[in-house]
């Protein structure tokens, strides 16, 4: 029992599959550790792989050359105990967490709690391991814990505490969706009180398709203290200094401490007992805690996710620019805005492509907001296009009344020109669809869909405006007009037409859709919120409906706690109604 | 210990979401088994919601329907015990399968093995069932057990036949694949001599989305011997008549024969006792037995798996008619002949789309298969939207040669026409693509893949030409010309373009596609395996670089071990080669 514990918490940015490049950069942590003279130094969740691995975790060789890494990194570990990430292959495969000193490998923890909901598959993947872990280094005892493990009151943290740990560990990866970040700490602050012991959470962060993570790493005392914060959506080695005794004490001194549960037998080992060097203990005078990073408003978190989504798609499938279409509607204006923030104007292309029913207010809109990010901007009008299909197709559509289909043509031969910028020039074509539009299926698949990365899928409209006017607020000049902003949303696909023609309008639709998708509720619990039940019936039919196109929308950033992808798995044949 | 017992099978074709749709057939089903003089019928697994209802699971509203719905079913087993699979709300949810009988549910089995790999998500959905459930009909004791459950040779089957059970009950859905069928029936019939019990196998059938379910339904004595098979892909109410009093006398007369595995306390409950109404046990002088069908043909099976899926989707999801675009290659051809054996020729539109780059002979031979068929033919020409695209684009692409941007457009403009039809008669549009190019990118994202159901994008090149051949060979008049046969394979988006020019050879291409993407094999294997070195990074190459383009690909019918879409889930941004 003698002092304080240095920590360094490596809140890394790896790639999926590239365990190389992945091993770089914890190699890299490991160094920074050592240099900030810490103890221990932790690495996120399966951090030599990248999270999620999805079925690469099926390939035999690729759990082979990941542990491969994990040997290499465990020759660098000489004077730092390291805790890292890495899926293991042994009579099954396991999530697990490795401790690394002295050069090799000296224990392995079994992650027990696999999430199997929400964008989570990782009981197609993992075998769940079946006792709790404890490491000694020096006089502390930490428990190990890997990310669903903490969120669970119970075992494996309580019985992890109950046999001893004065210190819960828990690395994590763990996505992000509006206001995760602060639920989580909430969670860990409480988990550090249930069991009187300081809480070590070290987060991955970065892009991975359609996933976020959000980072913010964190160190709490054994009070529930945050004594360490590390930035969100940022790499960073966070670097604090615990009191591993403290909780020990207070469970001593005060009857109230002491976990609420008590079980008999906790199941747990001890996997690893380590010696600290010398003088790797700070001083008793030395302080606890270290930085503790701000955390983000609301709507500049989403921001931010927006932001570090779109960039890491972009930089890890090595694309060198991206094209828009750019409509002078509010949509486009916020993926240009959030673009231009992820990659500087000079790789960001837009495109204007104005069409007969383009009004000559929104195609000036959209040249201002190219001019005031200081993008590029291509003018292609369509109409040549337009009237070569119409020929083409004359004879069978012959006394027919124009429609959908000749709308439709409008916005499958825009997104012809920006998939042919993308052919030509090897550009990521970025969509522009919201998650309203998306939900409803107001869009064109193979038209205004159409592209590689689709940024704002998961924002409602109601969020869109709410984004875009934070940044117009934020900006020394405001980027997009405020023209876009109060003019009524149209897809100018025939004259005046707007959205309200086809749809409710937003601030009803938008709850609505809220209810049936993010909080699975049916029609009568949907009426019983209070809102029409028209608009209910209309809702949820255009939403079954619209299965279809979803299921062939580019990818996008998830922002709400359902998003459409991996996170909502609904059939397209489907006559469940609601 | 008296007597024969008859049973009916409903294989039947429910629908996902159609409870009420489902539960009318589900009476329809019990109807005939009373009109038989069954004393038994069974339904497949979730047979009153359809399977795989995917998230629909997550809704109470939904899972309380469901319910009801058993309800109803129950009021209606006057003088026959039925057993159906349904999705069981209690204090968790289950994959169920409930006992009816004399009006009421007497009993509730809860699936024990929850499949969570391939296609399956079951473990997101369900909780684990903990114990085997025996029911006792007239003097019968049968074991109930869930699909999955029967694949193990241990519990829950072993421990319901250590229990008293002479008869193991398997309601299932159980997704085909090409051979699925016979190797399910090899298990059945080990399972049936490891148990030295009845196997009674009440299977799916129909399309879901993605999915086949290919029926074939079974009824296997207690020494392993086929006595009942409904057919393959067909709704059937299979009557077959067991003697549930064989195994019991052989267990007692053979030491030989006895479960493999001894457990000494089997973890089995009775959960229904249920007296039979006379008459309804056959006379001892009845036959044992029943319809046995024929097996197709490996190139039937998966056609008929082909065409039933493609019916289902249409059907379920309400088309009236579908369209297809019509290239004088044989990946059309087939599409067109599955088309029209699925649906009929008048439900079938095909389209002729000719450039400059269509030679004579393709567009002759595209004409004649329509004409074969006696399809309806449109004739769109191409070349005028293509002059269009090229004078809109020409200032951005001047000085530029020519190449994949302007192919590209070619097949945008065709994927544009077809979806204009669409949006102006409602029709489904069919693309063609095959596996072989799905797997290495060999096709147009929003061009030739565009559409609503890629019926046969689970199909490698090589089995496209098995598939035709047979389909000729079978036919009085071969509906595909030889010449579409014998022409080396061309997408003709310039002049004599060959798919060899930027691909391996198929003989070549399909083996490496096939260790590398069904069997998971490395690039160290599949050199192991013999094949040029080149050629396999090329490959991978070439399928890794393409993920992007299959998230955005419609669904189609899965026929192989490993399907695009579900079946394999790997990221889009992946530096793992290989």
């Keep these: 029992m003698s002092g304080l514990l240095k920590l360094a918490l490596c809140q890394m940015n790896p790639t999926v599959g590239d365990i190389g490049g992945n091993e770089r950069k914890i190699i890299e942590g490991i160094d920074g550790a050592l240099r900030a003279g810490a103890a221990l130094v932790l690495f996120p969740e399966l951090a030599i792989t990248g999270y999620p691995p999805e079925d690469l975790l099926l390939k035999e060789h690729f759990l082979r050359d990941a542990r491969d890494a994990l040997e290499r990194v465990a020759a660098k570990t000489r004077g730092v105990v390291a805790l890292i990430g890495f899926p293991e292959l042994a009579d099954d495969v396991y999530n697990a967490c490795a401790v690394l000193a002295d050069g090799s490998v000296h224990g392995i923890y079994r992650k027990m709690l696999l999430p199997n909901y929400g964008v989570f598959d990782e009981h197609r993947y993992f075998q769940t391991g079946t006792q709790g872990a404890l490491i000694s280094v020096g006089d502390a005892i930490a428990g190990l814990t890997i990310c669903e493990d903490i969120w669970e009151p119970g075992p494996p943290a309580l019985d992890e505490a109950l046999a001893g740990a004065t210190v819960l560990v828990n690395i994590s990866a763990s996505p992000y969706h509006a206001g995760k970040g602060s639920e989580r700490e909430r969670m860990l602050v409480q988990r550090a009180r249930d069991n009187l012991a300081a809480v070590v959470f070290c ?23 945050v004594i360490a914060r590390a930035s969100q959506f940022e790499e960073e080695l966070l670097v604090a200094t615990i009191d591993p005794e403290g909780p020990r004490g207070v469970r001593l001194r005060d009857p109230r401490h002491r976990p609420a549960v008590r079980r008999a037998r906790p199941d747990v080992s001890t996997i690893a007992r380590i010696a600290l060097p010398d003088g790797s203990i700070p001083a008793d005078g030395a302080s606890v805690g270290g930085p503790i990073a701000q955390l983000l408003e609301p709507s500049d978190e989403v921001y931010a996710a927006l932001v570090l989504g779109l960039r890491d798609y972009v930089e890890k499938n090595r694309f060198g620019r991206v094209v828009l279409g750019l409509s002078g509607g509010v949509d486009s204006a916020l993926v240009a805005c959030i673009a231009v923030d992820a990659l500087g104007p000079d790789r960001v292309c837009t495109v204007i492509m ?22 590029e901007a291509i003018e292609l009008p369509i109409e040549s296009a337009m009237r070569a299909y119409e020929q083409t197709l004359a004879e069978l559509l012959r006394g027919r009344p124009p429609g959908i289909t000749q709308e439709n043509l409008q916005a499958r031969i825009r997104g012809n020109l920006l998939m042919a910028l993308s052919n030509e020039f090897g550009w990521l074509v970025l969509t522009t669809g919201n998650k309203s539009e998306m939900s409803v299926g107001y869009s064109t698949l193979y038209g205004d869909a159409a592209g590689g990365f689709a940024v704002i899928k998961d924002c409602s409209k109601t969020r869109v405006y709410e984004l875009v006017r934070r940044r117009n607020a934020t900006a020394a000049a405001p980027p997009v007009p405020t023209s876009i902003i109060d003019r009524p949303p149209s897809a100018e696909l025939r004259l005046d037409q707007r959205d309200e023609d086809s749809l409710p309008p937003y601030p009803v639709l938008d709850p609505i859709l809220d209810g049936y998708i993010e909080d699975d509720l049916g029609r009568e619990q949907l009426i019983r919120r209070g809102f029409d039940p028209a608009d209910v019936d209309r809702v949820i039919a255009l939403v079954d409906r619209a299965e279809y196109k979803r299921r062939q929308a580019p990818p996008g950033i998830k922002i709400s706690t359902k998003a459409f992808g991996r996170d909502r798995r609904v059939p397209i044949t489907n006559r469940y109604g609601g």
């Design 354 to 375: 104005p069409s007969p029913y383009s009004s000559a207010e929104t195609q000036a809109d959209a040249r201002l907001v190219a001019a005031n990010l200081g993008v």
């Design 203 to 225: 987060a991955l962060v970065g892009g991975q398709d359609e996933l976020v993570f959000d980072g913010h790493s964190l160190v709490i005392d054994h009070e529930g203290t």
